[in-house]
Each structure stands twice: as structure tokens, then as C-alpha cells.
């Protein structure tokens, strides 16, 4: 009995295929990988409207940076595309990305109170951030293997965020 192992079975997030091994830490990188989603999920549905709900999505989406970044340095040799390298690593700068959007958001609710130009030079500059963050998934996408399993509406929204906020840059 004592030479038997688990088998932990794990569907890609992204491909839905399911990988099986017979590792604990294939088993911690999963339980890691859906500690991030769920920081993305909670970031998602803050209220960003208010600053509060801004800075709340904020910390969520770094942590989920975080955390994909912890699994990236980690884990070696992942079974399944959604840990793999490429795929993490393009997440993380997903989540940089969604967290700067965040950031403009709130530099959005200041220029409502007045017309200060220093507003509108920190706008325009916070736009330029999340524009060259949103260039960094698509480079993390398209030079990668990610670009075969990344939904491709994510694909199109990245590009239309990007054209966006390098136009409110300029």
C-alpha cells in the first residue's frame, strides 16, 4: 500500500484538456494557479467606480501577478499550457496591465473635480503606461505558443485596450 501514488488530474484553463501526474507539486502549482484566478475574479468584480473599489482591484490583480510570477520561478517542466511558462508569464502582464488600467481609472475620477493641466499631462502619461502594458501581453502572446490557446476575443480586447490608450496618450 505504501507504494502507491495519487494521481492529481488538472484541465488547462485554457485548452480544457486534462493533464494527470502523480506529483504533489504539480498538485501546489494548480491550487497556486486558481489562488490567482480567484484574485482576478475578485479584481473584476470590485466597484470601480468609487476610489475604494479601484485600489481593492488594484491589490487584487497585483496579487495575481504575484502569484503567477511565483508559480513562473517555481515550478519547472509544467504537464499542462496554462502553467507552462510562456502562458504565466503573459498572465502576469496581464494582470500588470488590468492593475494600471485601475490606476488611469482613478486619475480619471481626479480631472472630474477641475481642468488642471497637471491632471491632464498625469493622464496622458498614465494612458501611455497602459498602453505599453497592454503591448507587453501582446508580445508575451504573439512570439509565444500562448497565441494557440488564448481565447481570441482576449486577443482582440488586448489590441483594442492598447489602440485605445496609446490614442488617449497622444
Known sequence: MGSEKIYFEWYDSLSGVPCMQKTVIFEKASVLFNIASLYTQIGTRQDRTTEEGLDCAVDNFLRAAGTFQYITENFNNAPSGDLGSDC????????????????????????Q?????????????????VSTAYD???RATVDTTVKDCMPYSWLCLVQVKREHYRAMAD
Not at 504565466?88 to 482613478?106: D, F, I, T, W, Y
Not at 497637471?118 to 502619461?125: H, M, P, R, V
Open 136 to 138: 507587453e501581453v501582446l
Open 88 to 111: 504565466l508569464k503573459m498572465l502576469v502582464q496581464l494582470m500588470l496591465g488590468q492593475a494600471r488600467e485601475c490606476l488611469l481609472e482613478k486619475t480619471v475620477m481626479g480631472l
Open 113 to 129: 473635480d477641475g481642468n488642471d493641466l497637471d491632471l491632464c499631462l498625469e493622464l496622458s502619461q498614465e494612458a501611455a503606461h
